[in-house]
């Protein structure tokens, strides 16, 4: 099972690399597979490549939904830190 994460391109470089933005983190990235990729696109990226281009409005509903995501399992680790040992959920 591989993880590819939707990133915006925020920087062109040489040599077919470019740097992606994702949510506050920046990465150098190779876009060799993707080389109409250009600025403010968005990218799926798999180690380190850009392996496929996303448009905007899907890129951000998926960014959405793993925030989404994280959210549900923060709350339910904070549930579970403030849980009494041996008590039953009602």
Do not use: W
């Not at 597979?33 to 392996?51: C, M, N, R, S, T």
């Not at 281009?53 to 339910?76: G, H, Y």
């Amino acid at each position: 099972m591989c993880l590819a994460l939707p990133s915006r391109v925020v920087e062109l470089l040489p040599d077919q690399m470019a740097v992606i933005d994702l949510g506050g983190v920046r990465k150098e990235i190779s876009i060799a597979l993707v080389p109409e990729a250009k600025v403010d696109d968005y990218v799926i990226v798999h180690v380190g490549h850009a392996i496929g281009l996303l448009d905007t409005e899907e890129a951000e509903r998926t960014l959405a939904l793993f925030a989404e995501m994280n959210a549900a399992l923060e709350a339910e680790a904070t549930t579970s830190l403030h849980a009494t040992p041996g008590a039953s959920a009602a």
